[in-house]
């Protein structure tokens, strides 16, 4: 099958006056033609298959929310080719409209002064959803993100999770082929994240909905993606699995270790300790010059030993050292 959504040197620059300081600046600024230019999004070329979850992450200001408003067709680019389910978004706006779902996590698209049921009865009407499908797919929504208490409760009443289930429901009624997820969890407690995390992929792997979702929590991106796109300053610097991107930059490990009786200094070759705390010792190594069993080896012959753990790096340490070192660097530490 072809691609879903397609980019090709996509760009996506925004023209503005040059801004000059101080009052007199700001009238000569109303007669200047002096324009400055800002690149958000610089020739980002990506493809996705029908039914992938990708996780689509950047700093601040690096051009995620520019590319997902191209692809929802409310902004045109610049310049380079854009396809989603065969369409040109921004040149057939209501046909990407009825393809598409989408989930801000600080906006809402239901109606604050409706009960959540009648903004559901809303959006059948405007995406006119046979009722039949409407029904069963409400139903569904309802049992799964547990609405059924706040479901005739005036939406600005609503607390933040329970909006947020709604919006996610909203978004899904017209079974949409592609969901973008802008922030879903931004504010929740932990129940609510588990929550909306096991709802998006149900939509994925039950009705294969091709979702991009992009977040500032990696914890949603390593529950919910396999594969990730990584933007800095408009351009695209990585694009592939979480698992080759643990393997070439999470070059360390950490041992934990729970002694029997404390130790002073419980050294092991090729592992330095990190903490050591009445017997529980936390060793930091390198994977590619020391192997784990290697150190449980020798830790099992010089100490006596109640519990033994290795912990992974966590995605987000990994992706906060690609930000500060920059992706192309030799991997160091982790």
């Known amino acids: ?52 979850l990708v996780g689509y992450i950047g700093p601040n200001g690096a051009g ?6 191209m692809l929802t067709g409310i902004l045109v680019p610049t310049a380079g080719t854009i396809e989603v389910a065969g369409l ?20 809402s698209q239901l109606y604050w002064d409706l009960p959540l049921v009648e903004s559901f009865e809303l959006l059948r009407a405007i995406y006119s959803i046979p009722k039949d499908r409407y029904r069963e797919n409400l139903q569904r929504f309802i049992e799964m993100l547990e609405m059924e208490p706040f479901l005739r409760t005036p939406v600005r009443q609503l607390s933040l999770g329970q909006r947020m289930r709604g919006d996610f429901a909203a978004a899904m009624l017209h079974n949409p082929r592609i969901v973008y997820l802008d922030e879903p969890t931004i504010g929740l407690d932990v129940v609510a994240k588990e929550a909306i995390r096991e ?11 091709t979702i991009i979702l992009t977040t500032h929590d990696l914890a949603d991106v390593e529950r919910l993606s ?6 800095d300053k408009g ?37 330095e300790i990190e903490s ?5 010792v936390r060793y930091r190594f390198d994977r590619r010059r020391v192997r784990p069993d290697q150190l449980i080896r020798e830790a099992t012959e010089q100490y006596e030993l109640r519990d033994v753990s290795i912990e992974e790096p966590d995605l987000e340490s990994i992706i906060r050292r690609i930000y500060v ?4 660097q030799e991997p160091v530490n982790t």
Not at 64 to 69: A, E, F, V
Not at 226 to 231: G, S
Not at 276 to 280: I, K
Request: charged share 30%; hydrophobic share 30%.
């Open 1 to 52: 099958m072809p691609p879903i959504i397609r980019t090709h040197d996509l760009r996506k620059t925004f023209r503005s006056p040059k801004r000059r300081p101080g009052v007199g600046g700001a009238l000569r600024t109303l007669f200047s033609r002096e324009i400055e230019e800002k690149v958000a999004v610089r020739d980002v070329t990506m493809e996705l298959e029908p039914g992938e």
């Open 64 to 69: 995620k929310s520019t590319t997902i408003k």
């Open 88 to 107: 040109v978004p921004y040149e057939r706006r209501n046909e990407n409209a009825r393809n598409i779902g989408v989930v801000f996590g600080q906006r």
């Open 199 to 209: 709802f998006v992929r149900h939509i994925n792997q039950d009705r294969g909905t």
């Open 226 to 231: 396999r594969r990730i796109i990584l933007i």
């Open 235 to 271: 351009t695209v610097i990585y694009d592939g699995t979480v698992d080759h991107i643990k393997e070439q930059y999470g070059t360390h490990r950490t041992l934990v270790l729970t002694l029997t009786e404390p130790h002073a200094n419980p050294a092991l070759e090729g592992a």
């Open 276 to 280: 050591n705390d009445r017997g529980l």
């Open 325 to 328: 070192e920059g992706y192309e």
